[in-house]
């Protein structure tokens, strides 16, 4: 089992639960306790059944947010694949009911409602009756709640089927992982849109080399992770995994790796640019190599492809069919930022709000990463439901921090907070407060629904407070889960610029927010970025990978982002605007 099959586990018992005290009964804290355990185990970098096999319940209970309560719920899902409390609940509440509370706008109340006065108890059902204009009369349902679920169906339908960045890395990591231990098995290469770092996945395609296809092909639809087979040939086949998502595999002879990854990278359209440039220089490309008339004159690497049509290597994450060829034969292609540019993590909460770890123990993971400095950023009053912090509260994690610091050798833990900007665009805490702190993140934790302009000059007035450094998360998304806020991206670009506040990459897998179009554009503009994962628990210091991906989508270089400086530099920059 993956980690993300895990936690589906957890997440729907989660909602099963919520179900059950919608209709009277179960504890809040109960269910906060497998939301939190879904969530921590989802961003592990390691797989549990891995951790289980090493350590043990031990191993296992030393992941945050996981008990002794839930570790045997995990070891019982190694061990028999199911889990009591969990088959016992799906018997309870159809399968279409989770379906359906995973509509965004529908919450276990209104799914228990409709499924009382109208029997509708599936996604499907639902959308039938909310085209039919079927929901009516009912308490609490006004003609805005029934456009809000509408709205929530039509969202639910555009992501079908696509699955997280993050969730087709684990699926990628075990495959390969299974690929490498067969010998005949040459070289292995996850393609496609995971190997562009797309935000969403479609299928995986795995390209291998070898001279034995068949012996390939035998292993790969024999692995664990495989669920059904769609296809198998001599040379490619198509199954489907375990957690629904698709994956197909093409093997070619070695001499043709470079043709073939990059066929099988794509896109598409930059495809079908590359091949009409091959056209005109009296060339043919395929996945089997460069041909001119019948023969073969690159293909071993991708450089050779590039070659043939007088490029420069273009980075997978740059292949997207727009202008990355004129800017490659002009030489103007970046120098992306890499994981390893990355010297610390301005972004991450604590036990002082809703984070599942001591500050020490964020410093330890930050340790282990080689960072030079973390910033402490736990939320502030506004946000309640997550713990936020009183001005008069944080002094007390700000002491803890100087204490901490004294220790420290090589790391420095700034201090700061994510701060609530008010509808009314001022912060939840005062510039006397702020001014205690090295990193004021500000972000946007209620009224999303606000109308676009006014959203728009909430932003910019927070950005003309002198402290704030950060717009966190700048548009409010997660994917697949709730459509960014309307705002003026445009507007907020230029406003940073002249404040001097940086935008945020929010590392989130579901978040992944600025997205590449707007990192890009911040770039254009001269606004500088900040990379952070926003962990709410140690080991998702790791996601850090997820932003500088998206970064690398967006063109964006290491000089772009301020915490590839070292720290003095850092400061500098956090200080700059203060000034
Ligand atoms: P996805 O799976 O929807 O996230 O997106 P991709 O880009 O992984 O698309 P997929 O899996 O359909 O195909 C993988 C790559 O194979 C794609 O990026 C480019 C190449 N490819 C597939 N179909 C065509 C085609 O009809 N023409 C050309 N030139 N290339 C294709
Ligand atoms: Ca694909
Ligand atoms: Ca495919």
């Known amino acids: 089992m993956e980690n993300s099959e895990f936690a589906k586990v957890f997440w729907e018992i989660a909602e099963l639960l919520e179900l059950k005290s919608a209709s009277g009964g179960e504890n809040r804290f109960k269910i906060r306790a497998y939301q939190k355990a879904a969530q921590n185990i989802e961003n592990l970098s390691e797989n549990l059944a891995d951790i289980y096999k090493k350590s043990g319940i031990k191993g296992l209970t030393d992941i945050p947010g996981v008990g002794e309560h839930i570790a045997l719920k995990i070891e019982e899902l190694i061990k028999t694949g199911k889990e009591k409390v969990h088959h016992r609940l799906l018997k309870e509440f ?16 209104t799914a228990l409602l ?16 909310v085209e039919k204009g079927l929901i009516k009369n009912l308490p609490g349902f006004k003609a805005k709640k029934i456009e809000n679920i509408r709205k929530g169906l039509e969202l639910k339908e555009r992501v079908k089927g696509r699955f997280l960045l993050s969730e087709a890395d684990q699926y990628v990591n075990a495959l390969v992982g299974q690929l490498e231990k067969i010998k005949e098995a ?13 935000e969403t996945i479609g299928d995986i395609d795995i390209l291998v080399t070898s001279k034995k296809p068949v012996v390939i092909m035998e292993a790969f639809v024999k692995l664990p992770q495989v669920e059904r087979i769609l296809s198998k040939g001599d040379t490619r086949s198509s199954v489907i ?8 595999i093409r093997v070619l002879d070695p001499q043709n790796f470079g043709a073939g990854a990059h066929y099988f990278t794509g896109n598409k359209q930059h495809n079908i640019i590359i091949r009409e440039m091959a056209v005109k220089k009296g060339l043919k490309i395929s996945e089997y190599g460069v041909f001119r008339g019948n023969k073969r004159i690159a293909g071993k690497t991708e450089e050779e492809v590039f070659a043939s049509v007088g490029l420069p290597f273009i980075p997978p994450e740059l292949r997207q069919g ?8 002009n030489n103007g292609l970046p120098e992306l930022i890499e994981l390893s540019d990355i010297r610390g993590d301005l972004h991450m909460h604590t036990k002082y709000s809703d984070g599942s770890n001591t500050i020490e123990e964020m410093v330890e993971k930050a340790e282990e990463l080689g960072y030079e400095y973390i910033a402490i950023t736990d939320h502030t009053k506004s946000t309640r439901v997550a713990g936020g912090q009183t001005e008069k509260e944080i002094l007390k994690e700000l002491k803890e921090i100087d204490r901490i610091n004294v220790k420290l050798k090589g790391l420095r833990i700034l ?12 912060l939840d805490f005062s510039d006397g407060t702020l001014k205690e702190l090295d990193v004021v993140i500000a972000a946007v934790h209620s009224n999303f629904k606000m109308e676009r302009s006014k959203m728009t000059k909430r932003i910019i007035r927070a950005f003309q407070n002198k402290y704030v450094n950060i717009l966190s998360h700048p548009t409010g998304r997660l994917i697949g889960k709730r459509d960014p806020y309307a705002v003026d991206m445009e507007e907020i670009i230029k406003a940073a610029k002249e404040t001097g506040t940086y935008l945020e990459i929010n590392a989130y897998p579901e978040r992944l927010d600025l997205n590449d179009v707007h990192a890009r554009r911040a770039k254009e503009e001269g606004v500088l970025l900040s990379i952070n994962t926003d962990s709410h628990a140690a080991p998702q210091l790791d996601i850090m ?4 991906m998206t970064a690398r989508r967006g063109w964006i270089d290491k000089k772009d982002v301020i915490n590839t400086r070292p720290l003095a530099k850092l400061l500098k920059l956090l200080y700059a605007k203060r000034r």
């Open 322 to 329: 727009g202008n990355e060829f004129e800017i490659a034969k």
């Open 94 to 109: 159809p399968h279409g009911f989770i379906e359906m509370i995973q509509v965004p706008g529908i919450g276990p109340k």
């Open 241 to 248: 995994l375990k957690n629904g998502m698709q994956a197909d």
């Open 415 to 426: 201090k700061g907070a994510e701060v609530d900007i008010l509808p009314d665009g001022t």
């Open 186 to 198: 040459d070289r292995i290469l996850p393609a496609g849109s995971y190997r562009r770092c797309q």
């Open 545 to 548: 990978k997820y932003g500088v």
């Open 114 to 129: 409709l499924k009382k006065k109208f029997n509708i108890d599936s996604a499907a059902k639902l959308k039938k009756a």
